[in-house]
């Protein structure tokens, strides 16, 4: 049943049609409301005219059909794509319910495709060969790059007969750490064309989590470059690689090949540290290959990439995406959330390191043959109007960002938005995190001149793409809520004891029967993807995410209901956090929890307890906070260490994780029962010692 999904939209067509209310009015109006969930931001009739999908009323026919007949609605959207073979019976097939077994996912089984093929030569064959696919922005202002379909297509097809002449296989794994240059998406798509599976690792992350991945995926080949600019630092990308072959050869991984992109603005292949035999510079020998390479045609159900994301244990999760139903799912997401036309001119801030820049750098936009801009720098580098110079200079038309950046440009101040014209914007994206409403407003107001629509597109790596987001045109949009769900989505909110609640309530984010873009399983452990996302509620997938739903159905996400941590929009675990500073010789225990942060959304705070004997002191603050850059990345560094020479344990010895929340908050008050503590002295001592 999806009765639930339909009264919403139709209580919004009834106010939209009486049309009293519109454009930036509301948010003017909203100011005096009594609630955040009583502001209504319409879109202007003008946009709505020309969206994709211009009315609750179309939005409610299509969701309609999508849950009624998932085959035959997404049938329908995948013939638009070239298959070498047509999917078989059934389109779909799922368990989704532990209970009965083992949990399965199944879209489009049988079809024969290749996503590459799809992103590039459908695209030059259908009269595109001279549109730009991508254009390339480099950390120092001034100049420029592009490439159109065709090239884009010549320079995979290099690289794609390259990995193939050094023996890389359909199935096998081929580790990218990279840089957002052009060679990134360029060897996503490589891989994509010869049936590799691409295991992207951010850029940002540390030597030791790059050896536990490539240990991991075990890959015939590492992609890299020998370094990179971000704003006014250099960083040596190939050291890092460098010793995380080292210390993946301590686990038996021996990795042969190296292929190195040579990044001259940031460093030149002379200074560049070089082992002889396994190195190898990849301007050397990629541009001596073939332009055009046959495509491997591969099984709907045949892997694309692997990707790891934090979880509440230590060990990273490799998330498993196959190719027929994500192909489909992001095109198809991509398209709607942003109302894509060809015209368009779109850019996404993320890093391909993270999902976001997979599905909506790479996959969904090229699929639509749309043209992208890549950046490799950083977005307040030279200063705070970077990104705008960037929209000007390509004339940007769609800008797909995270609420951290929002914020944090926000407290720049709007001088630096407003010195450019910004006139070519016509839709906005937020993602990662929740987007607090005076961030929302501010992004609505002062970035999109009151006229461009946000999409604040809820979604997760595991979910491969967009679940709950706005349709820009379709409805009004409320600052803070990702509005609806996509086609094809049912999200249902349960309690504690996994029973669905209707209507206006809070509880645990879950959905109910499989979409196509959805995660398969987690690499080498079946086991720990139906432990995490299918036990906690039989029958259901679980997000992780605390949910409410509000009188008009519109969906508030609340944040990770797990030990996850959300700084920036990456998630990061407490338990990895705590595992790195644990490995400081003068660890001995360690809690880590999130405080509400200004620009980061979460910060990290973690409580240490010393070894015996050991004082602190600012140098060991610091020297914790180093092991963690060291064995995660700069990303997961602990804003604050506080000292705990004890922890709040219960008789059991089990954390009072509740307490140190309320300690890191300072909400001293509201420290609740403490009498279950094996010590409830240590609360008094861990108060005292707060702001050493
Ligand atoms: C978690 C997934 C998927 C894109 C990047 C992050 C949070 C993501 C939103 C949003 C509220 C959001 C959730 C989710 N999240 N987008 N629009 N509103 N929360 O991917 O690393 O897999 O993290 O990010 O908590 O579970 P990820």
């Not at 992350?205 to 991991?216: C, K, N």
């Not at 042969?256 to 460093?267: F, G, I, P, V, W």
């Not at 793409?465 to 409805?475: E, K, Q, S, V």
Request: aromatic share 12%.
């Amino acid at each position: 049943t999806t009765t639930s999904h339909f009264s919403h939209v139709e209580s919004i067509s009834k106010l939209s049609a009486a049309g009293k209310i519109s454009g930036v009015n509301a948010v003017v109006l909203g100011e005096a409301l009594a609630s955040e969930e009583d502001e209504l931001v319409f879109p202007n009739d003008e946009f709505s005219r020309q969206a994709l999908v211009p009315s609750p009323k179309k939005y409610l026919e299509m969701y309609k059909r999508s849950v009624e007949d998932p085959a035959g609605f997404w049938s329908d959207i995948a013939s638009q794509f070239y298959w070498k073979q047509k999917w078989g019976r059934p389109v779909f097939s799922e368990n989704f319910d532990v209970r009965k077994g083992n949990v399965k996912i199944e879209w489009f089984k049988g079809g024969i495709t290749n996503i590459c093929y799809n992103c590039l030569d459908r695209n030059v064959e259908s009269g595109n060969a001279d549109k730009i696919a991508i254009y390339w922005e480099p950390n120092d202002p001034g100049s420029q790059d592009s490439l159109t379909y065709f090239q884009l297509l010549q320079r995979v097809c290099q690289l794609a007969n390259y990995l193939k002449d050094k023996g890389v296989k359909k199935g096998d794994a081929v580790v990218i750490y990279l840089p957002m240059i052009m060679e990134l998406p360029i060897a996503m798509l490589a891989c994509a064309r010869i049936g590799a599976v691409h295991s992207v690792v951010f850029a940002g992350f540390s030597a030791e989590s790059l050896a536990q991945r490539i240990v991991d995926c075990k890959p015939k080949v590492v992609l890299t470059c020998n370094a990179v600019k971000r704003g006014s630092k250099v960083i040596t990308l190939k050291e890092i690689v460098d010793a995380a072959l080292v210390e993946s050869a301590k686990s038996g991984i021996l990795v042969d090949l190296c292929l190195t992109y040579e990044n001259k603005s940031a460093m030149k292949r002379e200074s560049t540290k070089w082992r002889e035999g396994r190195d190898v510079w990849w301007q050397d020998v990629v541009p001596k290959y073939p332009t055009t390479c046959e495509v491997e045609w591969v099984d709907a159900e045949d892997p694309l990439f692997l990707l790891y994301t934090s979880g509440s244990t230590g060990k990273p999760k490799g998330v498993l995406h196959t190719t027929g139903g994500y192909m489909v799912y992001t095109a198809t997401t991509f398209k709607y959330a942003f109302d894509y036309k060809p015209s368009d001119i779109y850019w996404c801030t993320a890093d391909c390191g993270w999902i976001t820049g997979h599905s909506y750098v790479t996959y969904g936009p090229l699929l639509n043959g749309a043209t992208i801009v890549v950046f490799e720098g950083a977005p307040n580098y030279p200063d705070s109007g970077r990104c705008w110079d960037i929209v000007d200079k390509f004339k940007v038309t769609i800008f797909y960002t995270a609420p951290t950046l929002v914020r944090s440009l926000m407290r720049d101040g709007d001088e630096y938005v407003t010195r450019y014209p910004r006139k070519s914007l016509r839709v906005l994206g937020s993602v990662g995190e929740p987007i607090n409403p005076s961030a929302w407003r501010w992004f609505f107001n002062v970035v999109g001149g009151s006229r461009c629509p946000i999409s604040d597109t809820w979604w997760q790596t595991e979910t491969g793409g967009f679940m709950i987001t706005p349709l820009p045109g379709a409805w009004p949009q409320k600052p803070g809520s990702a509005t609806f769900p996509f086609f094809g989505v049912q999200p249902v909110i349960v309690d504690e004891k996994g029973a669905e609640i209707e209507g206006e309530c809070s509880g645990y984010l879950c959905v109910k029967s499989s979409w196509p873009g959805a995660f398969r399983t987690l690499y080498g452990d079946h086991e720990r993807y139906e432990t995490t996302y299918f036990k906690p509620f039989p029958g259901y997938y679980f997000s992780g995410d605390g949910c409410r739903r509000d009188k008009d159905g519109y969906y508030w996400l609340t944040g990770r209901v797990d030990d996850v941590i959300n700084v920036s929009g990456h998630r990061i675990g407490t338990a990895e956090v705590e595992s790195a500073l644990v490995s400081h010789p003068q660890c001995a225990e360690a809690a880590v929890v999130g405080i509400e942060h200004e620009v980061k959304g979460q910060g990290i705070y973690a409580f240490v307890t010393l070894v015996d004997g050991v004082p602190y002191s600012d140098e060991l603050r610091k020297s914790l906070i180093h092991k963690v850059r060291n064995q995660i990345g700069a990303f997961a560094a602990p804003d604050k260490v506080h000292w705990a020479p004890g922890l709040p344990k219960t008789r059991s010895g089990k954390i009072m994780r509740r307490i140190l929340r309320k300690i890191a908050s300072r909400q001293l008050n509201e420290l609740g029962d403490t009498s279950t503590l094996a010590d409830p002295n240590v609360v008094e001592q861990l108060i005292a010692l707060a702001d050493r």
